[in-house]
């Protein structure tokens, strides 16, 4: 997986089972070394539970996480529900999951990675120096209750352990596979139109959507043999933001229900067109 992160669910029916996952890419279900790349965000919480989905499914399979992806904190989800409350009728419709706030961090380089968790005193430094900033933004431009440091740290110092065993240095095991000509799926998340560049702006994604951010990864592009493009019978969209071909009518609302096209993260009925 090369970007995003549980603001983007997938669906995946193996064995006439059904998972839905947000975070783990599709290839958990067919014992595959999974790695959660560089470009992605991460909510340790999110993360847990799918791990679990899979332990009670006896599903095996070998996860790693990239030690530079960025962590969402729960100032970042806070800071998405405040912003779009406030822009009122002109809100983007973001999932509200923290993502782009993870995401502004990274760019203004304050963001938590997922090695800075292996070092408790390290990451209690940086949350420490993040809340102080983000609590006063919060109290004086949000009006809204300020966040403990206390609290966060603890909920935090839990998942420790489990990014302990999973968390490291990813470019070594895609270089090693590629050295021994093993095939490697890489797989994006949200449509073209989502893209942060190339997308319908400011109604997209906070990510890079399309193949080319797979280099994100530590892959040449120049090893990158076949791309796959997947596109649906019809166009579906979910939150704010222009679509030319929307159908307003029953049809409409029939292909939504054939379809069932709901969000898998959000469960907000699909824009189809």
């Known amino acids: 997986r090369f970007n995003g992160g549980n603001n983007a669910g997938h669906t995946i029916v193996a064995n006439d089972k059904k998972f839905i996952f947000n975070l783990l890419p599709s290839g958990v279900l067919q014992g595959a070394k999974c790695i959660l790349g560089p470009s992605v965000v991460i909510n340790p919480s999110i993360l847990i539970k799918e791990l679990e ?29 405040l912003s779009e409350q406030r822009k009122g009728i002109h809100k983007i419709g973001t999932t509200k999951k923290g993502i782009g706030p993870c995401y502004a961090d990274k760019i203004n380089r304050i963001g938590i990675r997922t090695i800075d968790l292996l070092n408790i005193e390290i990451f209690a430094k940086k949350l420490k120096t993040n809340l102080e900033e983000k609590n006063e933004i919060i109290k004086k431009i949000y009006n809204d209750k300020p966040f403990e440091y206390e609290e966060v740290l603890n909920e935090y110092k839990q998942y420790i352990e489990i990014f302990k065993s999973k968390v490291t240095n990813i470019e070594t095991i895609i270089h090693n596979a590629i050295n021994s000509e093993k095939n490697i799926l890489i797989e994006g998340a949200q449509g073209t139109m989502l893209d942060i560049e190339h997308g319908t702006f400011p109604f997209v994604t906070s990510s890079n959507t399309l193949i080319t951010a797979a280099t994100g990864c530590g892959i040449p592009i120049s090893k990158i043999k076949h ?6 019978a019809f166009s579906s969209r979910v939150g704010e933001g222009p679509f030319v071909t929307e159908i307003f009518d029953h049809i409409g609302d029939e292909i939504r229900e054939k379809g069932q096209e709901y969000g898998s993260t959000t469960k907000r009925p699909r824009r189809i067109g």
């Open 53 to 81: 989905l899979l332990k009670n499914n006896n599903i095996k399979t070998e996860i790693f996480i990239s030690d530079k992806a960025h962590i969402i904190m729960p100032y970042h989800i806070k800071f998405d529900e």
């Open 227 to 232: 791309k796959i493009g997947i596109v649906k």
